[in-house]
């Protein structure tokens, strides 16, 4: 297994922001694609964003374009989701995971491993 550990999660008002890290293994940062999905109460999961380590580029729902932000540090291990503008429809557990790149352009985003979520809940 590979172990994924993510944070940052809180409650915050509409139209506020958070930064949510995810510290992964160092192998992952060469050629693997590290993303983030949400799920809420009663929903299905939902993919978010995701970067691809192998060359660098980056991919968002519809939902969450202009407002979500994806970056890696590799000298930290570290994939963080920087959310601003946020939504109460943004409320959701948000899990960081690891994704089959063959699946990202596509867009069926499917995903091999993740970690425990950490809770974003927005007030409005």
């Known amino acids: 297994d590979v172990q994924l550990q993510a944070s940052g999660g809180g409650l915050v008002q509409a139209g506020g922001s958070l930064r949510l890290s995810c510290v992964a293994p160092e192998y992952t940062f060469v050629d693997y694609t590290i993303g983030w999905f949400r799920q809420a109460p009663g929903k299905e999961r939902e993919g978010v964003a995701c970067?691809?380590?192998?060359?660098?580029?980056?991919y968002y729902a519809d939902s969450v374009k202009g407002r979500f932000t994806i970056s890696s540090d590799n000298a930290k291990n570290t994939v963080s989701l920087q959310m601003n503008s946020l939504k109460p429809e943004d409320t959701a557990n948000y899990y960081c995971a690891i994704l089959d790149p063959s699946t990202v352009l596509s867009g069926t985003w499917e995903y091999e491993y993740w970690g425990q979520g950490t809770l974003v809940t927005v007030s409005s």
């Open positions: 970067i691809s380590h192998s060359d660098g580029s980056t």
